[in-house]
């Protein structure tokens, strides 16, 4: 089945304690992304990447690091959470980030649930 | 830079009325996607449907239906005879190439609660 799996789905943190959310897709897509989703502001871009070893700051990326050693693998990295951190995290994938006529949208995942305390 | 408005926040309706979800955008783009996801309450987020700039053909899908209008920039989604399972947070989303790569820009929902 062709999927974007998240882990975890639920996660409660300390401030300050290193965290990594797995994002792993099993379409061959090239690009990836993160995005947070916070009451009254939507979804924002946080990172993505077009490629193996090609990645980008979204809207928000401050507080959060990206890798993409993989094609099939995207984490998302927080050094040291901070309360204002506490969020829904979606990772996305999808074809290519210049293909213009066959882009069906993203694939997503389940969503992760974070709460630092 | 792109934008996308939903100007409601939350909508309340008795099942069975119909009920339209506001989408305006913004870009500088010729050529751009929008689309609609559907968050039920269990948080995944589900396509709806896509459509292109050049195709401003109104499209229907069951009790579903969209309005794209490039005049007004808007993208209007209406649910017919609506039903509990309906109930969800609805986003608007917009495709272009700002800067020379996609980004997609989604809108900051609208939650619909349609009671029983």
């Known amino acids: 089945e062709a999927q974007v799996t998240q882990n975890p789905r639920y996660l409660i943190t300390v401030t300050g304690k290193k965290l990594t959310v797995t994002c792993s897709q099993n379409m061959n897509h090239e690009y990836m992304s993160w995005y947070r989703q916070d009451p009254g502001l939507g979804l924002r871009q946080i990172y993505y990447s077009m490629n193996v070893e090609v990645t980008d700051k979204g809207d928000v990326p401050e507080g959060y690091k990206v890798s993409r050693k993989e094609k099939r693998n995207f984490p998302l990295i927080l050094e040291s959470p901070s309360p204002n951190q506490t969020s829904l995290y979606f990772c996305a994938s999808s074809f290519s980030a210049r293909d213009s006529e066959d882009w069906y949208g993203y694939t997503f995942g389940s969503g992760t649930r974070l709460t630092v305390v | 830079a792109q934008k996308v408005t939903q100007a409601q926040t939350e909508i309340s309706v008795v099942e069975k009325e119909d009920v339209t979800l506001d989408c305006v955008y913004e870009?500088?783009?010729?050529?751009?996607?929008l689309f609609w996801y559907k968050q039920p309450p269990s948080g995944e987020l589900v396509f709806l449907i896509r459509?292109?700039?050049?195709?401003?053909q109104n499209e229907i899908s069951g009790r579903y239906s969209w309005n794209f209008q490039k005049s007004t920039s808007s993208f209007n989604f209406t649910i017919t005879a609506s039903q509990v399972v309906d109930s969800a947070v609805y986003f608007c989303a917009l495709r272009d190439y700002s800067g020379g790569y996609q980004k997609v820009t989604f809108g900051t929902g609208t939650k619909l609660q349609v009671i029983p």
């Open positions: 870009t500088r783009d010729t050529t751009y996607y």
């Open positions: 459509r292109n700039s050049f195709d401003e």
